[in-house]
């Protein structure tokens, strides 16, 4: 079981990233993914999930009309647009696989917001 990001990087305050979750070794399509975020100092917390199909979508009310996550089940893929990025938005921004008790992460990727 693999999850990859890939996307992140440094940009400046009101710019946009766009992150990538490849995922493979397990049914995608049956697993609700996820994008959860980790500051430092601070707690690993959810940035937006989105459900197997895609019809039911989550978003933590710092992101929500900023941030955007989708999926693709025929590329195992599971992204994030982030746009209007803040400072604050600085994390590394983990992808997560869930299906009922199982559940994946990826090893992250790095967002740094700053002029």
């Known amino acids: 079981v693999q999850l990859v990001e890939s996307g992140g990087g440094l940009v400046q305050p009101g710019g946009s990233l766009r992150l990538s979750c490849a995922a493979s070794?397990?049914?995608?399509?049956?697993?609700?993914m996820s994008w959860y975020r980790q500051a430092p100092g601070k707690e690993r917390e959810l940035a937006a999930s989105?459900?197997?199909?895609?019809?039911?979508?989550n978003y933590a009310d710092s992101v929500k009309g900023r941030f955007t996550i989708s999926r693709d089940n025929a590329k195992n893929t599971v992204y994030l647009q982030m746009n209007s990025l803040k400072p604050e938005d600085t994390a590394v921004y983990y992808c997560?696989?869930?299906?009922?008790?199982?559940?994946?992460w990826g090893q992250g990727t790095q967002v740094t917001v700053s002029s």
């Open positions: 989105i459900s197997s199909a895609g019809a039911t979508i």
């Open positions: 997560k696989a869930v299906r009922g008790s199982v559940e994946y």
């Open positions: 070794g397990f049914t995608f399509s049956r697993y609700v």
